[in-house]
């Protein structure tokens, strides 16, 4: 079975770069032909598309937050990254990564991480 | 520009059946999915395509869509179905997502 583990700073400050990692185990990468996604989820609201990668490196981005965010694959180590330039309060959020077999079919979620911005 | 609108909350009466609708101009051309979110835990992927279960999820939960609609439906809820329920899908472009708003189901 699939399994995926955000990881990174839980603080950052604003104006700085947030940077996660997400580390899938029980399959690799490499050989999945889902595409990896990142969603984000403020406090009492709710989710937002971040992109997607796939295993080949191509990505989608939403279109309002495309200026600052690259995702980036590394299938050696069968991680997903996601970075995020130019924070501010309003990205603090629960970061989720996913794995997604299908466009909008995020079948395999990590339990997400909290991201807080704030000096 | 695209956006899907889901009903805010929602409640339904232990073991009755429920809808959850989700409405957008861009599920005439691609269908929804849909997932169940339980406080402080990760979604959790419900139904996906016309009609579709991922493996473990009861056959209560049902989907359907018309025109720019697309439902969730539970037939004969449990109080373990109370949850923030979240439809997604593609925008205009195809390539980008979108989420609904969700909804809050209460289970009375």
């Known amino acids: 079975q699939v399994q995926l583990q955000e990881s990174g700073p839980g603080l950052v400050k604003p104006s700085q770069t947030l940077s996660l990692t997400c580390t899938v185990s029980g399959g690799y990468i490499r050989y999945d032909s889902s595409y990896w996604g990142w969603i984000r989820q403020p406090a009492a609201k709710g989710l937002e598309w971040i992109g997607r990668i796939y295993s080949h490196g191509s990505t989608h981005y939403n279109p309002s937050l495309k200026s600052r965010v690259t995702m980036s694959i590394d299938t050696s180590k069968n991680e997903v990254s996601l970075t995020l330039t130019s924070v501010t309060a309003a990205d603090t959020a629960v970061y989720y990564c996913a794995r997604e077999p299908l466009m909008g079919d995020f079948d395999y979620w990590g339990p997400g991480i909290l991201v807080t911005v704030s000096s | 520009s695209s956006e899907l609108t889901q009903d805010p909350a929602v409640s339904v009466a232990l073991g009755q059946t429920v809808r959850i609708t989700c409405k957008g101009d861009t599920l005439r051309s691609y269908s929804a999915s849909w997932y169940q979110q339980k406080p402080g835990q990760a979604p959790i992927f419900v139904l996906y395509?016309?009609?579709?279960?991922?493996?473990?999820?009861?056959?209560?939960?049902?989907?359907?869509?018309?025109?720019?609609?697309?439902?969730?439906?539970?037939?004969?809820?449990?109080?373990?179905?109370?949850?923030?329920?979240?439809?997604?899908?593609?925008?205009?472009?195809?390539?980008?997502?979108?989420?609904?708003?969700?909804?809050?189901?209460?289970?009375?």
């Open chain 2, 49 to 108: 395509g016309k009609n579709n279960r991922p493996s473990g999820i009861p056959d209560r939960f049902s989907g359907s869509t018309s025109g720019n609609t697309a439902s969730l439906t539970i037939t004969g809820a449990q109080a373990e179905d109370e949850a923030d329920y979240y439809c997604n899908s593609r925008d205009n472009s195809g390539n980008h997502l979108l989420f609904g708003g969700g909804t809050q189901l209460t289970v009375l």
